[in-house]
């Protein structure tokens, strides 16, 4: 697995979902790291960064209900729970399917004990009122109240998925803010955490200066006039825009 500079994990969290989003266009022409139809429940709790490990799901069939059984040592979703290493997005496969909730507020309260600081699925999350009162970041689908047992069968883990219909393979970075989540690849994330670092404290120039008076015209999406300005500004000790 590709190691991570150090200072990768810190750039990213200063970084929105928006703007890698469009780093991964920019640099590696990657228009498809953010799962479809997929919210955080709760906008206030909703951001997270790290390494992905990974739980699939399939559907359910009715003679093989056993296994779907948490209390199983291999059971896939028992496996993600008890083995993830801390400060790991769990990132769960679930093929849209919203007939069962892949987690509720107890198993969420077992991932925060371990130090998981995030969780993604493409299906439904179940114990609403209690799981969006927790501090675990949550991005899903929906709710509903039936447990996972009643649709679908968890069948793999920490191996490559499909999530919202982007392919996630285990140790690929995750972030998550409040327009979703978006997962980078293990060997793009040091470049993508600089240039999108970059990006922000530009466009947070950019902005400041737009909320002064300076027309769009010329000026954004940045030109070589407004990037020549930046860069004076930042020489200059980056002094109040007003």
Same mark, same amino acid.
């Given at each position: ?74 059971? /896939? ?8 290493? $801390? %400060?790991?997005? =769990? +990132?769960? !496969?679930?093929? *849209? ?62 191996? /490559? ?8 393979? $285990? %140790?690929?970075? =995750? +972030?998550? !803010?409040?327009? *979703? ?62």
């Amino acid at each position: 697995m590709t190691d991570l500079a150090p200072d990768t994990l810190l750039k990213l969290r200063q970084v929105s979902t928006a703007t890698l989003t469009s780093q991964l266009i920019k640099v590696a022409g990657l228009r498809s790291r953010s799962p479809r139809d997929i919210r955080p429940l709760n906008a206030a709790k909703s951001r997270f960064v790290g390494p992905a490990v990974t739980l699939r799901y399939a559907p359910l069939r009715e003679d093989l209900e056993r296994m779907a059984n948490i209390a199983l040592a291999e059971n /896939p979703t028992r496996r993600a729970i008890e083995e993830s290493e $801390p %400060g790991s997005v =769990v +990132v769960v !496969d679930m093929g *849209g399917d919203i007939g069962g909730g892949a987690i509720g507020d107890i198993l969420a309260a077992r991932l925060i004990y371990r130090g998981i600081v995030g969780l993604v699925a493409d299906g439904a999350m179940r114990d609403a009122g209690p799981l969006m009162a927790m501090d675990l970041p949550v991005h899903c689908r929906t709710f509903t109240p039936p447990p996972n047992s009643a649709s679908i069968l968890a069948v793999g883990f920490n191996e /490559p998925i499909g999530c919202g219909g982007v392919l996630v393979f $285990p %140790g690929d970075i =995750v +972030v998550g !803010d409040e327009d *979703g989540a978006v997962m980078i690849p293990r060997h793009l994330a040091d470049k993508v955490a600089i240039s999108g670092l970059e990006q922000e404290q530009v466009e947070a120039y950019i902005k400041r200066r737009v909320e002064l008076g300076e027309p769009i015209a010329g000026f954004y999406p940045a030109s070589e006039r407004t990037m020549a300005d930046y860069r004076d500004w930042v020489d200059a000790g980056r002094p109040s825009l007003g």
